[in-house]
């Protein structure tokens, strides 16, 4: 159990743990991929912002960190950020009509 913290911090595996208790059985592949990578041995080279990307938004945050990285963690916060932009402001030209 103490090799597992040695790639993330606790509180990674707890927030994991959350996603995974409130999506069951769906969001299992959160602390699974962490998991993962923990017994790869390449947990410590992940960087915080893909270790966020992968809480934060699952499965596409996961394809965009393995596919790509750190620019691929980028990628996914860039398109999440555009699509609420987009959600927003037509939601306010909705509104406005």
Same mark, same amino acid.
């Given at each position: 159990?103490?090799?597992?913290?040695?790639?993330?911090?606790?509180?990674?595996?707890?927030?994991?743990?959350?996603? &995974?208790? *409130?999506? +069951?059985?769906?969001?299992?592949?959160?602390? %699974?991929?962490?998991? @993962?990578?923990?017994?790869?041995?390449? #947990?410590?080279?992940?960087?915080?912002?893909?270790? &966020?990307? *992968?809480? +934060?938004?699952?499965?596409?945050?996961?394809? %965009?960190?393995?596919? @790509?990285?750190?620019?691929?963690?980028? #990628?996914?916060?860039?398109?999440?950020?555009?699509?609420?932009?987009?959600?927003?402001?037509?939601?306010?030209?909705?509104?406005?009509?």
């Amino acid at each position: 159990m103490n090799n597992l913290f040695k790639g993330y911090h606790p509180v990674t595996w707890v927030v994991s743990g959350l996603i &995974a208790i *409130v999506g +069951f059985p769906f969001m299992l592949v959160v602390p %699974g991929y962490f998991y @993962w990578k923990v017994r790869k041995g390449t #947990a410590s080279e992940q960087t915080p912002l893909e270790t &966020a990307t *992968v809480v +934060f938004f699952n499965y596409i945050g996961i394809i %965009g960190v393995e596919i @790509w990285g750190r620019k691929g963690a980028i #990628a996914v916060w860039v398109l999440v950020l555009f699509a609420l932009i987009s959600t927003i402001s037509y939601g306010a030209a909705i509104l406005q009509a």
